[in-house]
């Protein structure tokens, strides 16, 4: 049974960092892609930041120069490090995990983001 567990969130004045951190497991290959994405109140969930085996990295235009993806591939792991945060990026942070490039997408619980002018 596949598991995505986040850490929490917080809050966090304008200007400030915040570093988020997912785990999968259950999955004995490993996962393909792990990622965020990001749900604000009345708006749809958007993609942050993904990370793959491919390699490949992609970022939304929002927040690139200003948040890092890593990841501990041995520990199937996945980091969302947030520099010079914004009102804007104040959302539940949710990650998700896929064993392979085209297979269904694990979802974690989500993390409250909040960030505060």
């Known amino acids: 049974q596949v598991q995505v567990v986040e850490s929490e969130g917080g809050l966090v004045q304008a200007g400030g960092s915040l570093r988020l951190s997912c785990t999968a497991s259950g999955s004995t290959s490993g996962f393909h892609a792990m990622g965020w994405y990001r749900q604000a109140p009345g708006k749809q969930r958007e993609l942050v930041a993904t990370?793959?085996?491919?390699?490949?990295?992609n970022y939304a235009d929002a927040v690139k120069g200003r948040f890092t993806i890593s990841r501990d591939s041995a520990e199937n792991t996945v980091y969302l490090q947030m520099h010079s945060l914004k009102p804007e990026d104040t959302a539940v942070y949710y990650c998700?995990?896929?064993?392979?490039?085209?297979?269904?997408?694990?979802w974690g619980q989500g993390a409250q983001v909040t960030v505060s002018s």
């Open positions: 998700y995990a896929r064993i392979t490039a085209w297979g269904r997408s694990y």
């Open positions: 990370t793959s085996r491919s390699p490949s990295t």
